[in-house]
């Protein structure tokens, strides 16, 4: 589970009346809130006054889509709830990509936004939106709160939802009159959601069954994803993988679940995944699937994945199981509490000829790259990076070729290394969640691996690193076209790149303007210079790399192919 419920309010008989700003400002520091993100507006001047006296880190971005993403990118960095606040109207609106974003991915995040005055909901006042209902798809979930009497337990509820079971965001919207009007404080407030259960521990039956499952498999994979992080299962995992000599392959955000540089680890699956793992996942008689969901990026054609599998699914979310995939024995409930029963009851087996045919997968089919030549490859950027920082770095992505590169050629050790938009794939991510993710890790080296146009989206919050002292680092893998969307032109519109090349600005012009580093490589023999000064640096750090501008991003599953269906391997083959 993640995160824990919230302390109860203090007892009765140090009754105080306070605004319903107050009430939010103390409660969210009683909660252990101490950083947040947010850009102010008319409606929730009274909460900013509070907050202004709070023992809270208030981070002000230049976008509010920008903060909610900081938000997000803190929440997945510290396994805390991110909180982020807007104002009414556009202010609110601003935040539904980033609501959106850890909807998908099962971020923590709970936001407020600003709404006018009761008596006006409904009369299209200034700056007036329906954000309830226009958030409503994309929170777990969002209320608007009209008396102040329900404010601190619609707070410590809103925390508890978003914290618990498949954790994601929530939205408390408040109008203003609210946030000034008057309550007596101090008695119990007590939690009050009837309709709200969270399963955490499995069913004894179902884990035996699965590890009755595992012991008698010939050809098993774990297939894990995200939520091994959520729940912190990491150590749990790693034990049943070795255990039960197990090979594990991970979703672009379960990467880090288990060090890549076991023997077990197949790395990352899917469309633009390692050879080795999808056919392991084609040729396995069982699928053992541990916090992930089955999404199409990962299974290709859903009527041939894993044709001859049994499939375990181990999920928190009942609504996941056989949602996709029908699901042959299904464990609901905490993935951590799951894997440490399940490590009880599966034996180990060295199935010597499963493992043997894996290895030479790996052999044939690595993940490579034509190193033989004088222009700078993005795949030898991101190989290079991981080699000066060991491997030990927190890596922000954009969304793109970039952010598949990274997935390939960065080797992660570790839970909370990654930092990515999965599900929704949201370009713009990548340095606004560094900026959440410096804040929540500040002794940790963050670097946001990035594409210029997922770059462009959001730089404008490079000032809000330069104004917070937080030594963020930008690797721009800079090719000039809307990466992956250039790729797909290729190879099914006949190389016509209708828009997916636009000019570009002088990055490291623009990053001095900012008050940050600027650097610009063009030449191969200068990469190793460039990212030895940008990790030394102190200031937030863009380097502009001018990349191979038509390299593509292999193996590929075409949409609608079966995993074993896979495009370019006959070009790796050619490059080992």
Not at 105 to 124: C, H, K, M, W, Y
Not at 468 to 481: F, I, S
Not at 542 to 554: K, P, S, T
């Amino acid at each position: 589970m993640a995160g824990k419920p919230p302390k109860p309010a203090p007892p009765a008989g140090n009754a105080t009346t306070k605004t319903g700003a107050e009430i939010v400002a103390e409660t969210l520091v009683d909660l252990g809130v101490d950083t947040m993100f947010g850009y102010t507006g008319g409606v929730v001047l009274p909460l900013f006054d509070r907050l202004f006296d709070a023992p809270i880190r208030f981070v002000v971005p230049r976008h509010e889509q920008g903060g909610c993403h900081m938000a997000d990118g803190y929440a997945r960095a510290t396994g805390k709830v991110g909180v982020v606040v807007a104002t009414s109207g556009p202010g609110a609106c601003n935040l539904v990509t980033g609501l959106a974003t850890a909807m998908m991915d099962s971020v923590p995040v709970v936001a407020f936004t600003g709404q006018v005055r009761t008596e006006l909901i409904g009369n299209d006042a200034f700056q007036e939106a329906d954000t309830t209902g226009i958030t409503r798809p994309v929170t777990k979930y969002n209320g608007i709160v009209k008396d102040v009497k329900d404010l601190e337990r619609t707070v410590r509820e809103a925390f508890h939802i978003a914290s618990t079971g498949r954790p994601g965001p929530v939205l408390i919207d408040l109008p203003v009159d609210v946030e000034v009007s008057k309550h007596q404080t101090g008695g119990n407030v007590e939690i009050d959601l009837p309709g709200y259960r969270v399963r955490e521990k499995g069913h004894a039956r179902q884990i035996a069954s699965a590890a009755a499952a595992i012991n008698k498999a010939e050809r098993p994979v774990l297939y894990v994803g995200g939520g091994i992080i959520i729940a912190n299962a990491a150590e749990e995992l790693r034990a049943v993988a070795e255990k039960a000599h197990l090979p594990v392959t991970m979703t672009l955000l379960g990467l880090g679940s288990i060090d890549q540089s076991r023997p077990e680890s197949l790395d990352m699956l899917g469309m633009h995944g390692s050879a080795y793992a999808n056919y392991a996942v084609q040729e396995s008689d069982l699928l053992i699937a541990v916090g992930a969901r089955f999404d199409d990026r990962v299974t290709g054609n859903l009527a041939t994945f894993a044709p001859n599998a049994k499939i375990i699914h181990v999920d928190i979310d009942p609504a996941s199981i056989s949602k996709n995939v029908h699901v042959d024995i299904p464990v609901v409930g905490d993935a951590k509490h799951i894997l440490s029963e399940l490590v009880k009851e599966v034996e180990y087996r060295e199935r010597k000829e499963w493992f043997a045919q894996i290895a030479e997968w790996k052999k044939k089919f690595p993940f490579t790259y034509d190193g033989n030549t004088d222009r700078i490859k993005p795949q030898y950027v991101i190989e290079e990076l991981c080699r000066q920082t060991k491997g030990d770095a927190v890596i922000t992505t954009g969304v793109g070729q970039h952010q598949m590169w990274t997935a390939q050629f960065y080797k992660f050790s570790r839970p909370r290394q990654l930092i990515t938009s999965g599900g929704l794939g949201t370009m713009g991510y990548g340095l606004p969640s560094a900026i959440g993710a410096q804040l929540g890790q500040p002794d940790a080296t963050v670097i946001d691996i990035d594409g210029d146009h997922s770059f462009n989206m959001t730089l404008m919050e490079l000032p809000t690193a330069v104004e917070n002292n937080l030594p963020v680092k930008v690797c721009l893998l800079n090719n000039g076209y809307m990466g992956m969307v250039r790729q797909w032109q290729e190879l099914f519109y006949g190389r016509r790149y209708a828009c997916s090349y636009l000019q570009n600005p002088h990055y490291a012009a623009v990053a001095e303007a900012m008050g940050a580093v600027g650097i610009t490589v063009e030449k191969k023999e200068d990469v190793p210079k460039a990212i030895e000064r940008m990790l030394a640096e102190t200031k937030p750090c863009v380097v502009d790399f001018r990349v191979e501008a038509e390299e593509n991003v292999w193996p590929m599953v075409p949409s609608g192919k079966s995993l074993d269906e896979m495009a370019g391997l006959d070009i790796l083959e050619r490059l080992i």
